[in-house]
């Protein structure tokens, strides 16, 4: 267990925008950052960062934390493994208690398989630099390929030593689990047999935006067995989604920021070489069809992606796919084809930095003028082929959600296929129309396997959504200004502040918030305060108990803030702030109101019920006599708008 001491170290230390920024492309808006929310996919940034506060939120999906959780949701990790990834970017010490064996027993089954993986890759890493045999099999290759000694450091190139179960045997020695060996993928199993998966290959680690091993590529050395795959990845499982992963892109994220634009190549080979000659925003689909979750991931650092081709025709009309893909998501596309018989790899070895960046500068075409080049010969004079031709790249315009970028590229298409643009148009309606009602189909889809699906449990902390809001707005004033001054005594000159406020009408009536959450996090407040400390929005939002934490950051984080365009013109927005002396009062009358109307429906109901089963006269009378005095205090509310004492 790690020590409090070394816990607030880490959140003292960690810059939210910093970490956050290694996983997406933020930029200022404001006080506040802006960026694409990593958790949902969306065109339009919603995905707010605060600095000064430590917290980002999602006002699209509504994920929101702190910059440990974000860590957690986004890494899949452990609250203490959030710390521990923190705590090696900090190059802090990290300072544990002693764990029992009972939680080590509790480690999850995917941090589990991470740990394997990481294991391996130490393994492989040792085989390839410090075996002999490893060192004159899988060195030599990596030689031969011309990658030096700090590439393959930089991407934990290795190598996976001959036989049946080596490693297996190695891995099991050592206290790991044949389950998880089994579940990453490293091993295969069958009833009374197992064996290495990578037997004899080199090793190519894949990680994770975060850089965490989540799979493994090998490549085989052998020559002239047809039978064997030339590559073979880990198979899918609970931590390694090839539809979801990019090769590289650990290395690559921070490139692709400052470049602004990411070089998508084919294999892994492509990437290194690449790297080698100094272009590092480059990462590989690894041999995979593009896929939505690629391309979404591409574009948390940048909206601009360049293809890079190998040169050879064969097979790049079915990449088109892809383009449209990524036009969809609207970012822009470049593509480069290479010479004939050339690939990324073997022209980045053979070329040097400068001149790589010179061809790639001058063979860049966007999709239209690619799709079109590619096309074309095929079409020829053949009518019907050309015909195809224009619809697909129509087709291809069509998925843009720009209305000028489309008419610029109609125009640019009538001119290159001497078309007229009003044929063109009216093409380009008709794939838009058949967009939109597979798009209405989908949801149509959708919302039928919702209304299938079983009805979800109402959460314990969700209650009337009457009270929701009025609760919601007192506790976020109390966090935001619980410390301002609210009144002050003419005679003592005694100061009260918002809190003081706040605890007092909520006390003195005996309530008590109906969203479990929100009373809890009311009760922490008035105990802090009782012990003579302010109120700190940090403590909350980095609270050890992650409801707290949750809920605070919801209630701290700002949706709207004030365009820079009027900040230069010194424009004044007033805020809630601004009005506390009048606003709180009223929102504290509104919801004592709520209250009070919750207590007659209740008592209303209670009195039916017990007329239907003619019941004591007694009970009747109390009951009555209850809502009396419930609506005397309803009408003392609405006429005073003040104080009232509801015992």
């Known amino acids: 267990m790690i020590k409090r001491e070394t816990i607030d170290r880490i959140f003292d230390t960690a810059e939210i925008v910093d970490v956050i920024s290694d996983f997406v492309q933020l930029k200022r808006r404001g006080t506040n950052y802006v960026g694409l929310c990593p958790f949902h996919n969306e065109k339009t940034p919603s995905f707010n960062v605060s600095q000064s506060k430590g917290i980002y939120k999602c006002f699209g999906c509504g994920k929101g934390g702190n910059v440990v959780q974000f860590v957690m949701e986004h890494e899949h990790m452990s609250y203490p493994e959030s710390l521990k990834y923190l705590a090696t970017k900090y190059n802090i010490p990290v300072e544990e208690e002693k764990t029992s064996d009972e939680d080590v027993e509790k480690r999850d089954m995917r941090e589990s398989m991470m740990v394997v993986n990481e294991f391996a890759r130490k393994?492989?890493?040792?085989?390839?630099?410090?075996?002999?045999?490893?060192?004159?099999?899988?060195?030599?290759?990596?030689?031969?390929?011309?990658?030096?000694?700090?590439?393959?450091?930089k991407f934990d190139l290795g190598y996976c030593p001959e036989g049946k179960d080596t490693f297996t045997e190695y891995a099991l020695g050592k206290g790991y689990k044949l389950e998880f060996l089994e579940k990453t993928g490293l091993t295969i199993v069958r009833e009374d047999w197992r064996a290495d998966r990578f037997s004899g290959r080199v090793m190519f680690p894949i990680h994770s935006v975060s850089g965490r091993v989540v799979g493994f590529g090998?490549?085989?050395l052998r020559t002239g067995d047809k039978k064997t795959a030339k590559y073979l990845n880990s198979p899918e499982s609970e931590v390694y989604h090839k539809s979801k992963i990019l090769y590289g892109i650990y290395q690559a994220k921070r490139a692709i920021v400052q470049q602004n634009v990411c070089f998508l190549v084919e294999g892994y080979t492509d990437v290194i070489s690449m790297h080698q000659k100094g272009i590092e925003n480059v990462v590989?689909?690894?041999?995979?069809?593009?896929?939505?979750?690629?391309?979404?991931?591409?574009?948390?650092?940048?909206?601009?992606?360049?293809?890079?081709?190998?040169?050879?025709?064969?097979?790049?009309?079915?990449?088109?796919?892809?383009?449209?893909?990524?036009?969809?998501?609207?970012?822009?596309?470049?593509?480069?084809?290479?010479?004939?018989?050339?690939?990324?790899?073997?022209?980045?070895?053979?070329?040097?930095?400068?001149?790589?960046?010179?061809?790639?500068?001058?063979?860049?075409?966007?999709?239209?003028?690619?799709?079109?080049?590619?096309?074309?010969?095929?079409?020829s004079n053949d009518p019907v082929k050309r015909s195809e031709m224009i619809s697909s790249i129509v087709r291809s315009i069509s998925v843009l959600d720009n209305n000028i970028k489309q008419s610029e590229y109609i125009k640019s298409v009538s001119k290159i296929m001497d078309v007229d643009e009003d044929i063109l148009y009216k093409e380009l309606q008709k794939f838009r129309y058949k967009h939109l009602k597979d798009k209405q189909k989908q949801q149509k889809r959708q919302q039928l396997h919702d209304r299938n699906a079983p009805t979800p449990a109402v959460p314990s902390n969700v209650t009337n959504i009457i009270f929701e809001e009025h609760e919601k707005e007192i506790i976020s004033l109390l966090l935001t200004y619980g410390n301002n001054v609210f009144s002050k005594d003419e005679e003592s000159g005694v100061e009260h502040t918002v809190a003081d406020y706040i605890i007092n009408e909520i006390r003195n009536d005996e309530l008590k918030f109906e969203n479990f959450l929100y009373?809890?996090?009311?009760?922490?407040?008035?105990?802090?305060?009782?012990?003579?400390?302010?109120?700190?929005?940090?403590?909350?939002?980095?609270?050890?108990?992650?409801?707290?934490?949750?809920?605070?950051?919801?209630?701290?984080?700002?949706?709207?803030?004030?365009?820079?365009?009027?900040?230069?013109?010194?424009?004044?927005?007033?805020?809630?702030?601004?009005?506390?002396?009048?606003?709180?009062?009223?929102?504290?009358?509104?919801?004592?109101?709520?209250?009070?109307?919750?207590?007659?429906?209740?008592?209303?109901?209670?009195?039916k019920a017990l007329q239907n089963k003619d019941a004591?006269?007694?009970?009747?009378?109390?009951?009555?006599?209850?809502?009396?005095?419930?609506?005397?205090?309803?009408?003392?509310?609405?006429?005073?708008?003040?104080?009232?004492?509801?015992?």
């Open 616 to 647: 004591d006269n007694k009970e009747i009378y109390s009951l009555l006599e209850e809502k009396r005095n419930i609506e005397k205090v309803i009408s003392l509310l609405v006429k005073n708008k003040g104080i009232v004492i509801m015992r």
């Open 123 to 153: 393994y492989f890493i040792r085989q390839l630099t410090e075996d002999e045999t490893g060192r004159a099999i899988g060195l030599s290759y990596f030689r031969e390929r011309g990658f030096t000694d700090q590439m393959i450091e």
């Open 519 to 607: 009373d809890k996090l009311f009760e922490e407040v008035a105990d802090l305060l009782t012990s003579g400390k302010k109120i700190d929005q940090h403590y909350f939002t980095r609270h050890p108990d992650s409801d707290i934490a949750h809920i605070s950051v919801e209630l701290c984080a700002t949706k709207y803030y004030l365009h820079k365009f009027w900040e230069k013109r010194g424009t004044y927005v007033q805020t809630a702030e601004d009005n506390l002396k009048e606003y709180l009062p009223n929102l504290i009358h509104q919801y004592k109101r709520k209250v009070m109307q919750k207590a007659q429906d209740k008592t209303v109901k209670r009195i």
């Open 284 to 379: 590989a689909s690894s041999g995979t069809s593009l896929t939505e979750e690629q391309i979404r991931l591409i574009r948390r650092f940048s909206e601009n992606i360049t293809i890079l081709y190998d040169g050879d025709p064969a097979g790049l009309k079915a990449s088109l796919r892809g383009i449209d893909m990524i036009l969809e998501q609207g970012m822009n596309v470049r593509l480069v084809m290479f010479p004939e018989g050339e690939d990324p790899d073997s022209f980045a070895r053979k070329n040097s930095p400068d001149d790589i960046r010179t061809f790639i500068e001058a063979h860049q075409e966007d999709f239209i003028q690619f799709k079109t080049g590619l096309l074309m010969d095929e079409a």
């Open 218 to 220: 090998g490549r085989t």
